[in-house]
């Protein structure tokens, strides 16, 4: 891996290089303070329905009972939702909180793929310790100095903190162009997120492979392609091949390159 001032070049396990521009300590707390403004205003509102719902019962000992009952919940459901945000958001979102998306930076792993669930957990878990002594100073510090802007988090869990990469397209390319006149879009197949996290990069390269080719084959051959294809893809989204025709599996394999090209494409 190799760095020039704020850009870092991976080279990933299929031996594609790829350039990142770091995301440094400004872009990374612009995103934070977005996060945490969201965060505080679910956090005022489970706190005041919380004190709504006390204030509303009439018995003493029944309301001094649910008092602490109630506060000991409210804890633990503040403590899940401050960290299972930043947890959930990375991991089902390609590394991107809502502040994250905002700003566009993203978080990956060290070798350019999308991150791990077990890394998203363990970069998360770690922000008790990047927190310290108050207001995330440790983390900040680590930021600052760190020559790829990593706190303890990214160190443990392998993982940096990088700009979007933005591509400039002039003009559609010929299955681009295929799937706009059929109207195709993400949303035309439920794929549940799980289901998506379950492709690798063998997978990726597969449906990439077969939409690059999809254009240039004469009608048989393509539908023999996407009755292969299809049987390795679609069982681990759920979708049951009987009973579909080649029309509608490939409607299915375009809709699924859609949703794996936003995770994908960028990177390899």
């Known amino acids: 891996m190799n760095q020039n001032h704020d850009e870092v070049g991976i080279k990933t396990p299929e031996y594609v290089s790829l350039q990142f521009q770091l995301a440094g300590l400004g ?18 509102l489970i706190i005041v329905l ?14 001094a009972s649910m008092n602490s009952v109630s506060f000991a919940i409210a804890i633990i459901l503040l403590f899940i939702l401050n960290w299972g945000y930043f947890f959930a958001f990375e991991y089902f979102s390609g590394g991107r909180t809502i502040g994250k998306k905002v700003i566009g930076i993203r978080v990956i792993q ?28 440790l983390g900040l510090i680590m930021i600052f100095f760190h020559s790829k802007h990593k706190r303890i988090g990214d160190l443990v869990a392998g993982t940096i903190v990088v700009h979007e990469r933005k591509t400039k397209k ?13 109207g195709l879009t993400k949303d035309d ?18 449906i990439k492979t077969y939409t690059n080719r999809f254009m240039q084959l004469p009608y048989d051959e393509r539908n023999q392609l996407t009755i292969k294809v299809a049987e390795i ?8 091949m009987s009973g579909k025709n080649y029309q509608n ?11 794996l090209k936003d995770e994908w494409e960028y990177e390899l």
Do not use: C
């Open 27 to 44: 872009s990374r707390s612009a995103a934070f303070i977005i996060d945490q403004l969201i965060l505080m205003i679910v956090n005022i």
């Open 50 to 63: 919380l004190f709504f719902i006390l204030i509303g019962q009439q018995d003493f000992m029944l309301w």
């Open 110 to 137: 060290e070798n350019g793929h999308s991150i791990t669930l077990l890394s998203s957990f363990i970069r998360n878990f770690l922000r008790i310790i990047d927190s310290l002594p108050v207001y995330y100073f």
């Open 170 to 182: 002039n003009k559609l390319t010929a299955i681009e162009k295929e799937i706009e006149k059929r």
């Open 189 to 206: 197949v439920d794929i549940d997120e799980w289901a998506l996290k379950s492709f690798d990069t063998k997978e990726w390269n597969l």
């Open 233 to 240: 893809m679609l069982p681990k989204t759920g979708i049951v």
């Open 249 to 259: 599996l490939e409607d299915i394999l375009l809709v699924l390159y859609l949703k």
